[in-house]
Nanobody
Framework: VQLVESGGGLVQPGGSLRLSCAAS????????MSWFRQPPGKEREMVAT????????EYADSVKGRFTISRDNAKNTVYLQMNSLKSEDTAVYYC??????????WGQGTQVTVSS
């Protein structure tokens, strides 16, 4: 099983980034996919989740209206489009997958830094 994140980097406040997470080794379409983040010195928190049916998504209040999670089951990839970035969005962003049976996988993380 592998989750490989990409797309992180340094961006100015108000800018945009798109993170990608390429998955392999499990049946992607049957897994709930999420993005978490861990700011410096803080706990890891859920940012956005894409459920398996109906295009249902869930977002942390702090990112609603600015971030969009999407998935492409044909490409086994989940994305996080981040707009209107703020300094408080600075964190290591992690891709997460979980199944109904309790299997959970994590990516290695990608750094996002929002700074002028």
């Amino acid at each position: 099983v592998q989750l490989v994140e990409s797309g992180g980097g340094l961006v100015q406040p108000g800018g945009s980034l798109r993170l990608s997470c390429a998955a392999s080794g499990f049946t992607f379409s049957t897994y709930v996919m999420s993005w978490f983040r861990q700011p410096p010195g803080k706990e890891r928190e859920m940012v956005a989740t894409s459920f398996t049916f109906g295009g249902i998504t869930e977002y942390a209040d702090s990112v609603k209206g600015r971030f969009t999670i999407s998935r492409d089951n044909a490409k086994n990839t989940v994305y996080l489009q981040m707009n209107s970035l703020k300094s408080e969005d600075t964190a290591v962003y992690y891709c997460n997958s979980r199944s109904n049976s309790g299997s959970v996988y994590w990516g290695q993380g990608t750094q996002v830094t929002v700074s002028s």
